[in-house]
């Protein structure tokens, strides 16, 4: 059963499959498509416990009060199925969440960008335009546009404890991470950037510049593997970024 709250704002033009909750003051404009099993403008923590605390079994009514920020789901967006948009987002124009996508609050994702299958980008990310996004985008991170990230953006975690602020990575205009590559802490990877798959990154990384195994640089015009520049970006095979 699909629920709609009273404050949610819904083009006759979107689709709606089985099964979506929208939550809150949220907006989903022309050519949507939002299938089985979605939730969108999920509220806070912080919210939902004290509704939980005031009211042991809340009903639709009482989640749908909940004070939050706007959700935006802008034209030509889809969703897939059994994905979690959280309150205070905005998916700009014909963004498109893979299944079981997971967008936390607070976050903006620009245009014609892809969530791939089981993405989970978290509180207040900020990603551009044209991007593919896999894995793990940890709370604050900065992706620029024209960017594939199938790796890990991560906080250093140098503070124990839940709601503890650390930097964020920011990894500029049309950068590659490759699968499984971890990028932890407050550094920058420059644009135009390769980060080879499994690679780890902990220091800045200057424009150009291809990434292997753990913090080794190499300039882009010092590489003697077979990287070769594509018309959407940088492609290599394994063989390659092993050199």
Same mark, same amino acid.
């Not at 015009?221 to 077979?226: A, I, K, L, P, Q």
């Given at each position: ?54 009211? !042991?079994?809340? &009903?639709? @009514?009482?989640?749908? *009060? ?6 935006? +789901?802008?034209?030509? $967006? %889809? #969703? ?29 994702? !620009?245009?014609? &960008?892809? @969530?791939?299958?089981? *993405? ?6 900020? +990603?551009?335009?044209? $991007? %593919? #996004? ?52 407050? #550094? ?56």
């Amino acid at each position: 059963m699909t629920s709609i709250g009273k404050r949610a704002i819904v083009s006759a033009k979107a689709y709606l499959g089985a099964n979506v909750v929208l939550l809150g003051r949220i907006t989903v404009k022309d050519g949507v498509i939002i299938e089985d099993g979605c939730t969108l403008g999920k509220p806070r923590d912080l919210v939902v416990q004290q509704l939980l605390a005031s009211s !042991g079994c809340p &009903s639709l @009514l009482d989640w749908d *009060a909940l004070p939050d920020a706007n959700t935006i +789901i802008a034209a030509g $967006c %889809r #969703i897939g199925r059994l994905s979690t948009i959280c309150s205070g987002s905005t998916l700009g124009a014909d963004v498109f969440c893979k299944d079981y996508s997971y967008v936390g609050w607070d976050t903006v994702i !620009g245009a014609r &960008s892809r @969530l791939m299958y089981g *993405a989970q980008v978290h509180s207040r990310v900020r +990603i551009g335009e044209d $991007c %593919r #996004i896999g894995g793990f985008c940890c709370n604050d991170a900065r992706i620029g546009h024209r960017v594939s990230m199938f790796g890990y953006l991560s906080h250093a975690y140098r503070v124990h404890g839940a709601g503890m602020l650390e930097p964020a990575p920011t990894v500029d205009d049309d950068v590659i991470i490759g699968f499984g590559a971890h990028v932890i802490g407050g #550094i920058r990877i420059g644009r135009g950037s390769y980060v080879a798959a499994g690679s780890v990154v902990t220091k800045n990384i200057p424009p150009n510049s291809i990434v292997t195994h753990v913090n080794a640089v190499c300039p882009l015009s010092d590489w003697r593997g077979r990287l070769g520049l594509t018309g959407s970006g940088y492609a290599a095979s394994e063989t390659d970024v092993a050199r």
